[in-house]
């Protein structure tokens, strides 16, 4: 027994004993149990809320562990602050990058390390570290100039300066396009290959297969599974994630395809926002019965394209963009609405909900202008209809499977996918000829994003016209009919989804489309 | 051992109520050391400043004369600040509404009808809520921060005022004095009562009641409340930011242009250079207190109104300054904005170990 534990710590570098965190009388961690080996690369595994940054919190020092113990090489140690964790030699990068956009590459890192750090010439260290690396970063480069994947490398190579032991990595290829995160697993092979650890932590099981050799599933706080992610397949990763085997979203093909409902004609648009995209001779179309995706990284555009399109900003004066056949860049969202569009934003919270209000205030937010239910909702002098209200409340948690505290809850208390299915159901429940919804299954969990992939495929099926816009691939191969590419505010032409492969598309993202459609343009 | 306070997973309700009324006893507390530390009897104070103005009819009629302009003004100022928009200077748009209402009578002081009274009540709503779309104009034009420029304008309307009555529109039989004619019959309120009870009261409480219906029941006050409180939901909505700030301007402007004219067309009778003890700026207070609720305003008002007629009861009793209303004003204030903090947050002891964490998960 004491020779095993002796073994261990030559090669256990961070282990975890009996671990866990409550918040008041929720248990976000519940006696966990796990080794970090040195030089391999292992992946925490886990829907959203399972307790994956519950976990990794109380590691780099940011949380405090209800009850059990943290060793590290093999000496019981308290982390009491993301500082200690760094000199015991933990490193995290973040899935929301802290960055300040009107500063440089160098000024950024600078202001992240600790003063012992900071001599030197930082700028030839940076410069160097990042070659040796594989990670090509200019630390004269202003960072608003940069694309999500070197902001990301900024991030690695602040760790990496700090020659951490440790590196804890959340969510790093979400913002990634297919050949960025390629470059990514090299260099994560090349840290452990010299003998560094990586947690990984992700929900995409294809890549968990390419480059972890440990896996550690966590379900509700649990520790449910810890297996080789060489001897699994997606399916088995994604049932023990789940509990049960996730429903299958099916799609019907030979749908029958008909008028175009919603059309982007050389739309263009200079951006009011301080780093924000401008929108460049944008060409698009979406015919009743078709779901057509927009791909891409976040941040290229999206936002703008979205806004533009659902009419929070107006262009009176322009002939871009057409709703069933009338141009629209002059109406109002709520005009677009009574026009027959549905629209969903990518942020469930504070912007298609308010936190504070309930379920009902919730509805009247989206479906107070346009008579689509039994009489108006808004009664002018007389109030608002609350009994209508109610009801529209209780069909949509009944059609879309909102669960919820109390029939009229607020929307603070309703967990993340359960929300996005109330914003969802909320447009569909309109029955709109023309949808536009962005991000529809963003940090949704497995259950909760098929049943709205089905929804919206239903929806289609009974000829209306979809736009998508999403940056997981999986979801728009599962629900598109077509696809098109967006980078640096330049749209792609459109493509049927089986004649594109994922690396076509990630080439796409990266940009290999913006010259065709700078020279169609000129 | 260690105070600290921590973030509520949710607001509050039974804080919000109670806020309030911990704010008025920190008050009165307050000024009962003030009193002691003047050397006054701190307990016979306190009785002369809050019970005593309400055991005479005589002096609850004067507290609810002075709840009058208080509670007009308050309930658009709940609204306005509900909005999020901070329209500071209802006490120059009270101004504006009084001048603006005085043309009739003192340039056609012999068009003598109920037309008249009703003409001059429109004119007082229209001139302040004109006035109130100053700053709106400036701030949804050219950014300026309406705080500081609704402010500013109160010295400009003030000043106004102060020239009118001393040059064009000085009464010519006036000896002199800087005041205006007096406005007689149809230009003046109905009173009952012992004289001073008049037709502004009905107006004030009947405007509260109407904004506490349509803030809790509309879709206009669903729109307030989204625009102040998530204003990129509300542009989801479909509403428009631009539009509110123009739009509580205009409502909080005109209400106080309302109560100004009502005090010149009222208790006061004629337009002379101070119409107003600060009304516009103690009803910032009332909106405050009232919970940015029309209806709360109601009870918040007469709580004011009763802070300067007490103010006025310690200074004829014990010869104290009347400028103690103020400090109550502004000390309520100052304890109501401290006392909300516990709505969204609560107080904890922890140990030096907890402390730790806390610092780091703050950072």
Known sequence: MLKNTNNNSQTTLLQVKNISKKFGD??????????????????????????????????????????GHIFWQGKQVSITSPAHARDLGIGMVFQHFSLFEALTVVENISLALPPSLRKGDLSQRIADLSHDYGLPLNPAAL????????????????????????????????????????????????????????????????????????????????????????????????????????????????????????SLTQLSQVSSAPFGVDLLAIDLQVRSGEIVAIAGVAGNGQGELFSVVSGEQMNPDQHFISIMGQVSDGLNI???????????????????????LTLTDNILLSRHACNDTAASLDRGWLGIDRSQLALLNKNIGRDYDVRKSKEDATAASLSGGNLQKFVVGRELNR???????????????????????????????????????SQDLDEIFELADSIAVMSRGQ??????????????????????????????GA | MQLLLEKRAQASGVMNLFSPLLAILLTVIMGGIMFSAMG??????????????????????????????????????????????????????????????AIIPVMWGDWQ????????????????????????????????????????LVYIAQLLLDWVVRGPWKDPHGYNFPKSVSFEGWHQLPMWGDGRMHLGLVVSLVAALILFWVMRHTLKGFEISVVGSAPRAGAFAGFSQKKMVWFCFALSGGLAGLAGLIEVAGPIGQLQPHISPNYGFTAIIVAFLGRLNPMGVIFAGLLLAISYIGGEGVQIELGISDKTTQVFQGMLLFFILMCDTLILYRFKWVSAKTTEYNKVSAS
């Open chain 2, 113 to 152: 009808s109920p037309l008249g009274l009703l003409a001059m009540l429109v004119l007082g709503a229209l001139g302040g809520a004109l006035f109130g779309l100053i700053p709106a104009w400036l701030k949804t034009r050219f950014g300026v921060n309406e705080i500081l420029t609704s402010l500013m």
């Open chain 1, 334 to 356: 709520n005009q677009r609405r009574c026009l027959g569009a549905a629209f969903v934003p990518e942020e469930r919270m504070g912007h298609g909900a308010v936190e504070h």
């Open chain 1, 143 to 262: 960072v608003a100039d940069l694309s999500v994947g070197e902001r990301q490398r900024i991030e690695i190579v602040r760790c990496l300066l700090q020659q951490p032991k440790l590196l804890i990595m959340d969510e790093p290829t979400a913002v990634l396009t297919p050949q960025e995160a390629q470059a990514l697993f090299a260099t994560l092979r090349r840290l452990v290959e010299e003998g560094c650890a990586v947690l990984y932590i992700s929900h995409r099981l294809e890549e968990v297969k390419q480059i972890c050799q440990d896996a550690t599933i966590l379900r509700h706080g649990k520790l449910v599974a810890e297996v080789d992610p060489q001897l699994e397949t997606a399916a088995t990763l994604a049932q023990l994630m789940v509990g049960a085997s996730v429903h299958e979203v099916k799609r019907d093909t030979n749908n029958d395809v008909g008028a175009v409902l919603l």
């Open chain 1, 431 to 469: 029955k709109p000829k023309v949808l536009v919804i962005n991000q529809p299954t963003w940090g949704v969990d497995a259950g909760a994003a098929a049943l709205i992939r089905q929804a919206v495929i239903d929806l289609s099926r009974q000829g209306s016209a979809i736009l998508i816009i």
């Open chain 1, 26 to 67: 929720f248990y976000a961690n519940d006696d966990l149990t796990l080794s970090i080996e040195m030089g391999k690369v292992h992946a925490l595994l886990g829907e959203n809320g399972a307790g994956k940054s519950t976990l990794v919190k109380m590691m780099y020092g940011a949380l405090q562990p209800t009850s």
């Open chain 1, 491 to 520: 749209l792609s032409t459109t493509y049927a989804a089986g004649d594109l492969s994922r690396e076509d598309i990630g080439l796409m993202m990266a940009g290999s489309h913006e010259n065709h459609a700078i020279q169609a």
């Open chain 2, 40 to 101: 006054k009897p701190p307990l016979t104070a306190l009785y002369i400043y809050f019970i005593d103005p309400l055991t005479s009819w005589w002096s609850v009629e004067e507290v609810l004369v002075k709840a009058g302009p208080l509670v007009l003004i308050g309930a658009g100022l709940a609204v306005c600040f509900k909005a999020n928009v901070w329209n500071i200077g209802a006490e120059g748009q009270l101004t504006a509404g009084a001048l603006m209402g």
